[in-house]
């Protein structure tokens, strides 16, 4: 519609109560089209919108909220009970107006809707790396331990791996002993986008790693990956990671790690 009434105006002359009542809209719009046009072809740029700053009824009690955050992280305030609280010092202003300041303060932002894609038993499996950084009583230092995950989507059954490194070679031996106990390998196999699995993208589309290719040819499953910036696609092998996390590693203190060969030895004790 702009570009129509900015050619109607320029080339054939049409004015702007012919344009108003042709395109149903008011004069000072069609003003206002015409202007942004005029003002783009002259500097380079679209005109920068006024912006009137307006006093909040908030603005005084600012300060006494940010103090109130800080002070109470654990277990976090509620807005209800900053509401209460600036009211006692004299705030007049609604609670629509506290909401949106806490809300931006506190940055918290929309979170992405999360879709569950079921699939058929056998379909697909998902694996991933986690690192933490574990103490050891015998050493009195904390070393960092890798964790190797997968799970198979339809039935959630998990398979976990302490793993020495993060190369191409010791995620084939996780996979192998993957299959090994599950006795069998997925269809399909989904992966985080490590570059053991993906060279790079391309118009979209992930360029799998030649060697994981021939891998993946062998044992005869298609190679899956997320997309860059989307973690939410490996969901169901992120909350595996959770549980070891709170139900492993949390609540047990660790006496010492041995090394022998390519596997990893973890003792504990609690």
């Not at 005029?38 to 919108?49: C, D, I, S, V």
């Not at 894609?117 to 103490?135: A, I, K, R």
């Not at 006795?183 to 992966?191: A, E, L, N, Q, Y």
């Amino acid at each position: 519609m702009e570009n129509t009434i900015v050619t109607l105006h320029i080339s054939r002359g049409w004015s702007v109560r012919e344009l108003s009542r042709e395109f149903g809209i008011s004069r000072g719009r069609v003003r206002r089209i015409l202007e942004k046009n005029r003002h783009q072809r002259e500097t380079g740029r679209l005109p920068e919108a006024a912006k009137i700053k307006k006093d909040s009824k908030l603005d005084q009690y600012k300060e006494y909220v940010t103090g109130l955050l800080q002070e109470h992280q654990d277990p976090a305030i509620t807005n209800q009970r900053i509401l209460e609280l600036i009211r006692e010092k004299g705030y007049q202003g609604g609670k629509t107006i506290l909401g949106d300041y806490l809300a931006t303060i506190r940055r918290k932002n929309a979170k992405e809707p999360v879709y569950c894609v079921e699939t058929s038993p056998g379909e697909m499996g998902s694996h991933d790396w986690s690192e933490y950084y574990v103490y050891f009583s015998e050493t009195g230092k904390k070393q960092k331990i890798i964790f190797f995950s997968f799970i198979l989507n339809y039935s959630r059954r998990q398979y976990i791996e302490v793993a020495h490194d993060k190369t191409q070679l010791t995620l084939f031996k996780c996979l192998i002993n993957t299959f090994t106990y599950f006795d069998g390998v997925p269809r399909r196999i989904k992966s985080d986008n490590q570059k053991p699995c993906v060279d790079r993208w391309e118009f979209g589309k992930p360029v799998f790693n030649a060697k994981f290719l021939d891998f993946a040819t062998h044992y005869h499953f298609a190679p899956l990956t997320i997309t860059p910036g989307r973690p939410l696609e490996n969901l169901k092998i992120e909350r595996p990671f959770y549980y070891l996390e709170k139900n492993f590693l949390g609540g047990r203190s660790f006496l010492t790690v041995m090394i022998w060969s390519h596997n990893l030895w973890i003792g504990f004790g609690i």
